[in-house]
């Protein structure tokens, strides 16, 4: 092969090889769940490219993916309470950066969004919080200050990114204020049962008493009506009467004996002979 040749195919190779750099570095693809950000020679485009296969100037254009999706990041935040406690507190934040925001945030913010604006946000908004509450009550009231810190970081960042939402996984407090806080709600336990024992007694007092007072006014209510209805004593001897004979029933006029002690006395007294007697003048 002569010289003349292999000097056309050396430069029909650079030409192929130029073409499919200039295609290359000419066209994009963003990922679903990405927006992108389009720098031309340091000039960042006012608008973000959509996701999808695109075309591009060669060589002086890059595109820079920005996730849109939610994304979840881990943080801790040093606080201390207004009785001046150190509480460390792990925090799982829920973010996305929203479509109107990507250009904005490749602009203003280097690096990842979430260090350079979120967890400074959050932990600012947390520390305000806890400062006003003691640590007692920032282990009692988790969730209230979860979504005071939460809307208090929302404003704070404003309409840059959007925080899903504050997880608080953690309250670490120390050993000595643990023990302080475990003991004072021992006793708080003890003194809610005495309590409860003591209304206990008196609910018991109280029914036993209004017991009383309803039996005292059923029998009044019953000698009232025995009094005014004194044949309501033998219609009840009737109704509880069991066949046999009683000994001795009624009231002081009217007395009914068992009639078998009635009829024995009187077989006795018929059987027994009478004494013979004696004349006065016989000795």
């Known amino acids: 092969m ?54 591009k100037v060669p060589l002086i254009t890059s595109i820079y993916p920005i996730s849109i999706r939610q994304q979840t990041a881990l943080d ?30 490749f602009q203003e913010y280097y690096g990842e969004p979430f260090e350079s604006l979120v967890a400074p946000r959050v932990q600012e908004a947390l520390k ?22 939460l809307d208090l970081a929302r404003k704070k960042i404003d309409s840059l990114l959007v925080i899903e939402d504050v997880v608080i996984q953690n309250i670490a407090l120390t050993k000595e204020l643990e023990s302080a806080i475990e003991a004072k709600m021992v006793q708080e336990q003890e003194a809610s049962k005495s309590k409860y024992v003591q209304q ?26 025995l009094k005014d209805n004194p044949a309501f004593v033998d219609l009840k001897i009737v109704d509880k009467w069991d066949g046999v004979t009683p000994l001795v029933i009624g009231s002081s006029d ?26 006065p003048l016989t000795r």
């Open 2 to 55: 002569s010289s003349r040749n292999i000097a056309r195919v050396i430069g029909v190779a650079i030409l192929v090889f130029v073409l499919v750099i200039m295609a290359s570095s000419g066209t994009y693809v963003i990922n679903p769940g990405y927006r992108g950000v389009e720098v031309t020679m340091g000039r960042v485009s006012p608008t973000f490219k959509p996701e999808g296969f695109g075309l």
């Open 76 to 105: 801790k935040a040093e606080c201390y309470s207004a009785d001046l406690q150190q509480i460390s507190v792990d925090l799982r934040v829920l973010y996305r950066i929203p479509e109107s925001s990507v250009v904005k945030l």
């Open 128 to 149: 305000e919080v806890v400062a006003l509450q003691s640590a007692e009550q920032i282990v009692k009231t988790r969730e209230q200050i979860k979504v005071r810190a």
């Open 200 to 225: 206990r007694a008196q609910i018991d007092a109280d029914t036993a008493v209004i017991q009383a007072k309803g039996e005292a006014e059923s029998i009044r209510i019953r000698g009232e009506a």
């Open 254 to 279: 009217n007395v009914m004996f068992q009639l078998q002690d009635l009829e024995h006395k009187n077989a006795k007294s018929i059987q027994q002979p009478a004494a013979p007697s004696r004349h």
